[in-house]
């Protein structure tokens, strides 16, 4: 991911065994992809990640099987240069990237907060992205409970959650990647052997700088309405001490104590029914008692002359105590009362 160059075309990266076959094999990625994620595995994802952009497998990756992104940097040489020659552009485009994301910012989403962002992310108003908007100009966002994969774009049915996106601020725009989690290893991608980590690359979503980003499925849209989130008073944030156990694994990747956040819900107990009232709007139903969404409102900051989405809380409506209406019934009658 270069923080140079972006591009407006979006690109999908096809995840291991998420072909017509290997039913085997996707259950058992769906399964290691859907295991929470405690502080320390962040650590470990984000210091395997940065050490994988700082090596030769990131362009390799990027050669194989980034086409949408190749054609667009360079229309003229990118479709008939060889493996190499894409690899030499590449590394022409982005010399340090391992410099680049040792100083990234590591954001670690606790499981309340996964689920409000899901939902809050749905709903999230359709402006000009800015560059002042997110939490950082580079980071790597860790969800504690993996977002399942129908909350962004393109995804099938059968695709295992997201663990994990990565953002840049580019010349031109925000680019970002989302990361499902897998077991690390070689795998054959458009005919090419890629070494990769514990992290596979999913989606590409990439959007110019005051350019409107669609409202709902997508890393961009996941990664602004949780920084508008973070900026308000129903989260918290701070910076905890790395773990024993992970600290030289932090030392030798040189993430910075100060640049691991964990960002977390002071009611953790709405994210819930924010998702679930979500849920229940998507599917068209509203019970007699019932969670009333949460929602943005744009509010006007005089100081920097421009109106920001701020969200709303939900609360609950109705009477709770009411079982669910009952669906009509058909009653058949069998005999007399007597008999």
């Not at 405690?38 to 994802?45: K, N, P």
């Not at 990361?179 to 990769?196: C, K």
Request: one cysteine or more; a positive charge.
């Amino acid at each position: 991911m270069t923080a140079r160059r972006s591009h407006t075309k979006k690109a999908g990266a096809r995840a291991p065994g998420s072909g017509a076959a290997a039913p085997a094999l996707r259950a058992r990625l769906h399964a290691h992809a859907s295991r929470p994620l405690t502080q320390v595995d962040a650590i470990r994802l984000k210091a395997g990640l940065t050490g994988w952009f700082g090596s030769d497998q990131w362009p390799r990756y990027l050669a194989a099987d980034g086409i949408a992104y190749g054609e667009a940097a360079w229309p003229q040489q990118w479709p008939s240069a060889s493996l190499a020659e894409r690899m030499a552009l590449l590394a022409a485009d982005e010399p340090d990237p391992l410099t680049v994301w040792q100083n990234a910012d590591t954001v670690y989403a606790d499981a309340p907060m996964c689920d409000m962002v899901t939902a809050a992310a749905q709903t999230f108003p359709r402006q000009h992205v800015r560059r002042d908007e997110f939490l950082a100009p580079i980071g790597v966002l860790l969800f504690a409970k993996p977002v399942p994969s129908a909350a962004f774009e393109w995804s099938r049915p059968d695709q295992p959650p997201v663990s994990a996106i990565t953002w840049a601020s580019c010349d031109n725009g925000i680019n970002a990647f989302t990361w499902i989690r897998q077991q690390p290893g070689a795998y054959e991608i458009n005919g090419v052997t890629v070494q990769l980590t514990a992290l596979y690359p999913h989606l590409a979503y990439i959007v110019p700088w005051d350019a409107p980003a669609d409202a709902g499925t997508h890393g961009v849209s996941m990664l602004r309405a949780l920084s508008a989130l973070a900026r308000q008073p129903l989260t918290c944030e701070d910076s905890p001490k790395i773990h024993q156990s992970v600290r030289a694994v932090a030392r030798s990747a040189k993430i910075r104590q100060e640049s691991f956040r964990r960002i977390a819900l002071r009611r953790p107990e709405a994210a819930a029914h924010e998702l679930s009232a979500a849920r229940a709007a998507a599917e068209g139903r509203t019970l007699a008692g019932h969670w009333v969404r949460g929602h943005w409102r744009d509010h006007y900051y005089a100081s920097v002359d421009e109106h920001r989405p701020i969200w709303i809380e939900g609360f609950p409506r109705g009477d709770f105590t009411r079982p669910v209406p009952a669906r009509d019934r058909l009653l058949v009658a069998r005999g007399d009362r007597a008999a």
